[in-house]
């Protein structure tokens, strides 16, 4: 079943990942100060990029350490990333396409895109490996597929995920052995913030684990069932848990909501608790927002895009009164 | 210091009660069925109050106990009076005088006015109190004054009480010593709804203790006295609260606020923390309401009332459920 946009109760995001890896060039880990080699390898990525779609180019150790959090807390470079030598990104202004330079692997390169819809993901992302295949000699083995540092990666050198909103799971206590079950298929799960941040608010990113031997086409096509899966247990979930929970879940969703709007003060974790029981009631028609902006406020609430919006650095209590602030005036609108 | 209306802040409300006795008729724990007696004492008390207001007069036995509980719930009665054999109520159709018959003494007349004016309630139940004994015959005894069921209320027959806000005087943990010097003062204190009822949403209310020899005048003396004491202390105890706790007390009053404007249930005690709070919130300036609406909501928010405003009777949770309703309703005005 093709859920399309229709699907982002569930799912609020996908995206593809690829992993490459340049021929006869050691892996990042283990670079040396070679700086012409890695001088043609941004160039690489650079030139094949803007041939696609206008973009910025960053050098890591050129950017501010704020700035460069904030590129975290968007997804569109991972924390690893920062720190590395040599390390680079690559954006698309549209803010969907990145490609990391000496991240764990010499390319990763990936496509996000809202609600279910990892064909579109995969499209963008074929591209872009196109552009850059033509100008850069990747680590191709006919037989392994393309080489990359961790050996779970190679193969296709893809990885195809989604974040999940699943409060009834959660709430209804069955999230444990539906991730259980996804394991058995091949699927690890993540919070928002990728491996180690727990699960916030009820998110879940979900991707593909090692599947070496499968191609392209055979990753997103599991993806693409387990998300189908995963859509119709957290619905089902839902329709029971409104039946069980009825009016104490409302109340609690409603008394969320009352604090997200008046509080002076909020830490991040009470914060993405208090947002999923918001998302919950907007989904459930208790409140009256668009999802998207309800997920957008996940994004801009992070730490270093409150110290953006603010001006200026903030400490930890600082950044707990800038949120809340934000948060009224967000949800004001 | 006389702070007349500008005292609301710490005194929602002073209250003057008379004890009265009719010479010869046993006290009301001992009434066997005479009656006519009983009858001259009614006709009484509702032609002095007649006299001097437009009233309306129950038998207690007659009425519908939901009616009998909202008369409780807005002060106008005693819990006691209900059940009570031949006892009665008049009460004055502007709300603030209200005479029991038959509860522990024969006559029970009080009246109740907004913010600190002990010295307005006393005129005004004093001349209730002129008409009834020119039509009943008080026993009074030269030495001893007023006779009473109670020789605590003997004398003046008379109780001074005001109810009081004391926020920060909890919040600061001082409440437990202004208390504790105030009964050596000769002051009692109790819940919102009298003896045994504990103190929520921090009212108390204060009155005075047994002072036979002391005069209707001392004892308004006295009590004014002891407000101006509470009031300053008070007041000093906020001033001394907002320096120290700041943002953390914004934060509370702000969410206990989201907290009334959204939940779907709230239980009778969970509304008066939270309303307390919220008061607390007006008077800083936090929230813009009249503190006046934020003290009738505690009335109009109880058991039966909330069952008159329904139009049925309810079960607690189904008054949690119309409780949460109407404080939503009355703070989004």
């Known amino acids: 079943m093709d859920y399309g946009a229709k699907s982002n109760d569930v799912v609020v995001s996908s995206r593809v990942r690829l992993a490459r890896n340049i021929a006869g060039l050691p892996f990042p880990d283990k670079l040396s100060g070679e700086e012409e080699i890695y001088s043609v390898l941004m160039l690489g990525v650079e030139q094949a990029m803007s041939e696609i779609t206008p973009c910025d180019f960053y050098k890591m150790h050129d950017i501010d350490p704020l700035y460069a959090q904030s590129l975290v807390e968007n997804h569109l470079i991972s924390k690893d990333l920062i ?5 680079a990104v690559d954006i698309a202004r549209s803010g969907d396409i990145s490609v ?26 074929v591209r872009v490996d196109k552009a850059m295949s033509a100008r850069l000699d990747y680590a191709f083995d006919p037989k392994y597929g393309y080489l990359t540092a961790c050996p779970t990666n190679m193969g296709a050198g893809m990885r195809a995920s989604f974040m999940a909103f699943l409060p009834a799971l959660v709430l209804t206590d069955s999230i444990n052995s539906v991730l259980s079950a996804l394991q058995q298929l091949g699927v690890t799960a993540r919070g928002v913030y990728g491996e180690g941040s727990g699960a916030q608010g009820f998110m879940y990113q979900l991707s593909n684990q090692a599947m070496i031997g499968a191609s392209e086409e055979e990753i997103l096509t599991r993806m693409k069932i387990i998300a189908d899966k ?10 029971n848990l409104v039946k069980a929970a009825g009016l104490d879940l409302k109340d609690k969703i409603m008394r969320s909501y009352g604090i997200l709007r008046h509080a002076v003060k909020l830490s991040s974790q009470e914060f993405m608790e208090l947002l999923g029981y918001v998302k919950l009631g907007v989904i459930l028609d208790y409140i009256d927002y668009k999802l998207e902006d309800i997920d957008k406020l996940i994004t801009v609430s992070q730490p270093a895009m409150l110290c953006k919006r603010e001006g200026k650095k903030l400490g930890a209590q600082e950044r707990d009164i800038a949120r809340a602030k934000l948060v009224r005036q967000q949800l004001a609108n």
């Open 100 to 125: 990391m330079i000496n991240e764990e692997d010499h390319i990763r390169a990936q496509c996000i895109m809202p609600a279910l819809d990892l064909d579109s993901a995969f499209e963008k992302i």
């Open 230 to 239: 995963v859509i119709r247990n957290e619905r089902i979930a839902r329709g």
């Open 83 to 87: 720190g590395r030598q040599y390390s």
